[in-house]
C-alpha cells in the first residue's frame, strides 16, 4: 500500500503561529561550513575537509624525504598545489559567507569580511593557501621549505575551526581556579624538592645539583614522571627526596587528570543543552511550554541525528524511549501493512510507554533525520510534572491506537 503522508500531529499550539523564512544560499554555505553544525550535510563537508587535509599532508611530509625520484615529487607536487587551490576555494568561500558569522550581525557585509579577514582564522586560512599565490608567481615548491611550513598552517587552519579547540579554550576558562590550585600545588612540590636535592646533591653532584636551577630541572623531570634518567641522586636524602616526588607526581598529574575530564564532560553536556534548544523549537508540541518548564524538558532531552532508512525502533522491541522529530522524516509500518509518514514535529515511540507493552510499529528514516530522545524515566518524570504534555502525548495515542484497530478491522474484511 503508498504510505499515506501525515503533517504533524493535531497539537494545540495555543494560538501561537510559527513563521519561518526559507535561509538564503549564503546563510546554508556558512552552516555547511561551521565545524560544530550537526547535519549530516555538514559532517560530509567536514570529512571531505579532512580527507583533502590529510591527502594534503601526506604529500608534503613525504616531498621532505631526499631520497624520493624525481617523477615522484612533481606528482606530489601536483597534489600539493591541488590541495592548496582547494583551500584557496575554501578561504574565498568563507570570506564571502563572513556577514553570516552572529558576533559581525551589526556590521555591515564588506566590514564583516575585513574583520573576518584579520581575525587569526582569517589570517591562518590566508596563510595556509600561500602557496597558491607563490606557484603563480612562479615559484617552485621543494622539500623541506614547504614541509616545515605547510604543516604546522595546514594544521592550525583545521584546528582554528574545529570545535575541539574552542572547546579546550572554554575547559580551560572554566575551570582556572582548579587548574590554578593544581598549577600551585605543582611549584610548591616542585620548589621544595628542587632546593632540598640541591642541599643533599651539590657536594657530590656539583654540575647536576650545583646550581638551584640545575635541580629544578631533575625535579620537572621526576614530578612528570618522565624520568629521563641524565641526572639521579646519589646520596640517601636525595634519594627520598626523589621518592617522595614521584609518588606526588602520580597525584598531582592524576589531580590535573581530573580536572580536564569533568571540564570537558561539563562542557559537552552544556554544548548538548544548547543544541537541543535550538531543535526544541521545530517541536509545536513544546512551543507553548513556559520556559522554566521548557528548560527542565530540554535538560532531559538528547539528540541523535540518522542517515535515511535507518530503523529506530522495531516492532516487539522492549520501548525505553520516545521520540520528537526535529528535522526529517520517519515511515511508520503498521501491523496490517500499512504505513504512515511523521513529520518535522510529530513524535512516535510513545504507545510502548504508556501502555509499558512492546513496540507496536516498525519505525524507520526516509531521509536524514534528526531526533530528540527522551528517556523512559524521564519521559515519567516529565508527564507527571507537565500535564499539558503528558495529555497530547495521550490522546496521540489513543487517536493512533484506535486508528491502528479501525485498519486492522478493515483489514479482516
Ligand atoms: P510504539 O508502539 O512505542 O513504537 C512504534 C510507534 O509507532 C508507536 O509507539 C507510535 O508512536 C507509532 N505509531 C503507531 N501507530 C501509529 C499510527 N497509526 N500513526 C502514527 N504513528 C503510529
Redesign the pocket.
Known sequence: MEPRA?PS?PIPLYGRSVTTTAPTLRARIYALLRYSDPTPAARQVRVVHLIVLAIGLFAVILLSVDELEGQVRQILRVIIWTVTFIFLVEYLTRLWVAPETPRYDQDSPTRARLRWAVSIQGLIGLLAVLPAFMFAGGYAITGADAASVFCVLWILKVGLHAPAFSTLARVVSNERAPIASVLILFAILLMIAATAAHMFERVKQPEQFGSLPGAMWWAVVTLTTTGYGDVVPLTLGGRLIGSLLMISGIAVLALMTGVLATGFAQEERRREYLRVWEQVARVPLFASLGVVTLSEIVGKLRTRYYPPRITV?R?G?A?DS??FISSGEVE?R??NG?S?R?GEG??????????R???????STTRPTTLLVLYASDFYETASHIPKLAEAVEN??K???E??LE?QAAGRR
Open positions: 501525515v500531529p525502533v516492532r522491541d520501548g520516545m521520540f511508520v503498521l501491523p500499512g504512515v511523521l510529530a513524535f512516535f515511540g510513545e504507545m510502548a510507554l504508556l501502555e507493552q512492546p513496540r507496536s510499529a516498525t519505525v496521540e495515542a487517536r493512533r491506537r486508528e491502528n485498519r
